[in-house]
């Protein structure tokens, strides 16, 4: 199965060029509510449990140092005591932080390959390509760079109809299945209103990357991509002579022998592109 993805002219040459594509950090995906759950708790007396040691000795000393820090710890847990219901009254607190904080936490330790099983979608051709003046790059999805032996393995991307967001449980105990169940959802999980994208996705530590200055000055992570992993190229139907001649000139390397060239144009009578194949 071929697995595509959208560019932008100046990125899609550069992919090809340099043999690296740019992942995209939680933060800045264009859907806000990507890894942003609904924290919630349904027992605050179970999250109170699920405080380390370290953070609650943290609150100890800063609201009884008097208190040994077992006579605050048996407190603590103690629905209705003074230190229980100031527990919850910090935790209500900092929940609307927490929630905004996350995407900005993942962040700083994963980034996300985006990818999509349709080539055709006249939307991302729109949006992703530039007002369909860039390219699409198809890629083997049997490829090892896509097996977890690379990150998590590429995996589609699951549209629901709830209105409702992924909710996560303070409550929960550390690696439950509710746990991993969340865990699987909050990267896989999107709304209906995104269907059209067919993603499919693949989770990088940013350890595994390449760190590299963007052009707004933050830090961008990079992929190195083997050419063989790439099959095919598409061009937009408005894509450029010059843009055109510039993408055969990168694929004339011998090691891109094997990829297929095509270039889109508008069905006569329906609302849809196809792509027919072109002489490198």
Known sequence: M??????????????????????????RCNDPFEFQP????????????????????????????????DEFKNEATRPGSEVYNCLVKVHKEANPRTQRAIQDEI?????????SKKHDSIPMWGYYCDGHR??????????????????DRLTTVDYVRS???????????????????????????KS???????????IFRVTSLKPKELVDGSQGYFLKIPAEAIVSVLFGIKCSDCFQDAV?????????????????????????????????
């Open 38 to 69: 609904r924290i919630i708790c349904t027992n605050e007396l179970d999250w109170i449990k699920t405080i380390p040691d370290t953070q609650l000795s943290t609150f100890h000393r800063k609201s009884h140092p008097k208190w040994s820090f």
């Open 107 to 115: 962040s700083k330790e994963c980034a996300i390959l985006c990818l």
């Open 248 to 280: 055969r000139s990168a694929l004339r390397q011998a090691q891109f022998s094997h990829v297929r060239l095509y270039k889109g144009s508008l069905d006569e009578s329906k609302f849809e592109m196809m792509f027919r194949p072109v002489e490198h």
């Open 2 to 27: 071929t697995v595509y993805k959208y560019c932008h002219p100046t990125w899609g040459l550069e992919i090809l060029k340099a043999l690296e594509v740019k992942l995209t950090s939680p933060n």
């Open 134 to 151: 860039g390219l699409v790059i198809g890629f083997d999805e049997s490829h090892i760079l896509f097996q977890p032996s690379m990150g």
């Open 163 to 189: 209105h409702e967001r992924v909710a996560y449980d303070l409550a929960w105990n550390r690696n439950s299945l509710e746990e991993k169940i969340f865990n699987q959802r909050i990267i896989y999980w």
């Open 192 to 202: 209906e209103d995104w269907i059209h994208e067919a993603e499919l996705r693949q």
